[in-house]
């Protein structure tokens, strides 16, 4: 008899914004398969068993779960934020395309969750109030001179940009570079985002111009966003300000 | 005394996907503003109360609601999805920035959701499991000559597109435009996902070539992706196919 498969994400770290969906699937799921920092986060109980792995080892978690699904086993696959960007919902897709028969007839359930832009957006106003998108800053799978016409491309259409994996040990230059890029197109006083681990004890959350963007306020699981030509603060006695993005624009 | 304003969304429409901290925040407040259909959404109890608006009504709702604040209320402003993507988030901020310094002083608090782009993907696979962007095909609040240019941007980028609002019965023709627009730019093969209502009795969901993407299939509160040209579909025997964009691009 086959298992299942549930591709979940457990949002920003606050568990507040684990949706009960999740929550339940968790509950439900048997097998748990994820980088370690994301496992921690869950309560297993009695019956309920974790593979922890490297978060530069996706393809091989997916084929690890995939095989565990075959088997019989109710498997969760956990991700940070939201299962499907930049995480290990497409790694599971990749997997079932190359792999073998068995692993098409599996149920396959992916769950959304919050992902990280939209907590750090909530935690400053509204950045993302108008068309943006979201980058991964990595360039492990895709070339470095891709990532930056995207910039480029996107800064000029006007699109608020969050950045995803904008730094690591074995990236050290790349955000550097970026802000570089998007200091061509933009107003310098453009403001930028830096947030990580919004809502908890060891949040940070830094709001400055682009021309004083500095790649050391952010570390691998920071999540970056540019405002556009058109994001605005908004000052506020005694209050963190606001940042926003109008919804008109170019009227 | 003065109140509170929090800004919460309900999420895509399904009940276990409306986070808990929203549901805290909810549960705490004592009246209501948004879009009639959004605050049927509720289970208000004794002691609060609700004042429904119609979906062009935004910053009208959004000063009426920090008004209600500075009164004293405990208010709480609802969106769907995610109050900080195209939803009253930066209403609230654009009512701030041009109203009364009474205004500045409220403490305001945006609580992120499940935007509806997420619950679509999640459905489909993973085709927002690289860079991908979120546009609105409104032209209420900006020139279509705009969005066209964007369009035809992030299109060439490579960007995966999620629209938001890509049609009305003030706005027939747009959604058409837009496919017009990126058949020229993306192979027709291109994988198109219509979603609304996603997980509930009323979903409709349908993935589509760009070929034959058609805007019939879409309404006011449909969602729909456009791939890349590397976002791929992998048939299932007996399955939905799954939709997915992989993590690697141009190599």
Redo the contacts between chains.
Sequence with gaps: MSGSLTIVGT??G????????TL?AIAAAELFFGYGPYLDRLKLGPGQSRVASDNRE?IDRARSALNAAVRGAKVCVVSGG??????M??????A??TGPETW??L??K??????AM??V???A????????????LSDN???WE?IE??LR??A????VIALYNPISRARPWQLATAFKILREVLPITTPVIFGRAVGRADENFVVIPLAEADQQQADMATCVIIGSAET?I??????DP?V????????
Tied chains: 1, 2.
């Design positions: 949002g920003p606050n568990p507040g914004q684990t949706t009960p969906e339940e996706e939201d299962p499907g960007v930049f995480a919902a497409a790694a599971i897709c990749e079932i395309e098409r007839r149920e396959i992916v769950l959304p969750g919050v992902t939209l907590a957006a909530a935690r106003g509204a950045p993302l109030g108008h068309d943006f998108c979201a980058i991964s799978l895709k070339p891709l016409r995207r491309a996107v000029e259409a006007g699109l605005r908004i000052e506020r006695p005694g209050l606001l926003y993005s109008p919804r008109s624009a170019g009227i």
